[in-house]
T-cell receptor
C-alpha cells in the first residue's frame, strides 16, 4: 500500500538552528501538507501546497517557515531559526486531488529544540 | 468559527461495548467530516468520513452520525475491541476541492478494557 514517508523520525537541535524535515508523498497525489502536533495536543494545520506553490497557510506558518518541492518526489519543511516552542511532531500529508478530501499522513518527524 | 469541539477528552469502555465520541462545529461552510485514528508514535490514519448530504455512514463496526441542523457529528464504535484503543480525532474541511485545510478536534483517548 502506498504511504507517505518522512525523515528524520526524530531530530534534536539547538535553539536558533535551521532544520529541514523531509517527506516523500504518495506518488500520484497532487496536494501536500504539513501539520504539527505539540505533545498531548490536537493536530494543527501549517500549510498546503499545490502546483509548486503554497495554496493556504495558517497563522502558525510565519516567516520562519518555508516549504519546497525540490524535485519530483520530495516535499520539505524548513524552519529557519528554531525556537523552543517549535518542539512538536511534524506530520506530512498528501491527498489525491480535486474532489477527494482524504489526507494520508506520514508517521511524523519529532523535533526537539533545546 | 473555524473550531471543531470534541468530547469526551477520554473514554474507557469494556470490550464489546459501544464507544461514542461527539463533535460540534460552527462553520456551516464545512462540507467534509472525517474521523482519524492515531496510535502512539504514528500519524493519524483516516478511519471513516462523511459529507453532509447523508445523515449516517457505516463501515464495519464504525458509524458516523451527522446532524446538519445541530452542526454535530459523532463516531460510534460498536463491539469495541482492545485493539481500538487509540486517540480519535474528528475533523472538518470546506470546499469541494481537495487541498482545503483540515481543522481537527482536540482528540479523544479511547481505552477498551479486555
Amino acid at each position: 500500500e502506498p504511504e507517505v514517508t518522512q525523515t528524520p523520525s526524530h531530530q534534536v537541535t539547538q535553539m536558533g538552528q535551521e532544520v529541514i524535515l523531509r517527506c516523500v508523498p504518495i506518488s500520484n497525489h497532487l496536494y501536500f501538507y504539513w501539520y504539527r502536533q505539540i505533545l498531548g495536543q490536537k493536530v494543527e494545520f501549517l500549510v498546503s501546497f499545490y502546483n509548486n506553490e503554497i495554496s493556504e497557510k495558517s497563522e502558525i506558518f510565519d516567516d520562519q517557515f518555508s516549504v519546497e518541492r525540490p524535485d519530483g518526489s520530495n516535499f520539505t519543511l524548513k524552519i529557519r531559526s528554531t525556537k523552543l516552542e517549535d518542539s512538536a511532531m511534524y506530520f506530512c500529508a498528501s491527498s489525491e486531488g480535486v474532489g477527494r478530501g482524504e489526507l494520508f499522513f506520514g508517521e511524523g518527524s519529532r523535533l526537539t529544540v533545546l | 468559527q473555524q473550531q471543531v469541539k470534541q468530547s469526551p477528552q477520554s473514554l474507557i469502555v469494556q470490550k464489546g461495548g459501544i464507544s461514542i465520541i461527539n463533535c460540534a462545529y460552527e462553520n456551516t461552510a464545512f462540507d467534509y467530516f472525517p474521523w482519524y485514528q492515531q496510535f502512539p508514535g504514528k500519524g493519524p490514519a483516516l478511519l471513516i468520513a462523511i459529507r453532509p448530504d447523508v445523515s449516517e455512514k457505516k463501515e464495519g463496526r464504525f458509524t458516523i452520525s451527522f446532524n446538519k441542523s445541530a452542526k454535530q457529528f459523532s463516531l460510534h464504535i460498536m463491539d469495541s475491541q482492545p485493539g481500538d484503543s487509540a486517540t480519535y480525532f474528528c475533523a472538518a474541511s470546506k470546499g469541494e476541492t481537495s487541498g482545503s485545510r483540515l481543522t481537527f478536534g482536540e482528540g479523544t483517548q479511547l481505552t477498551v478494557n479486555p
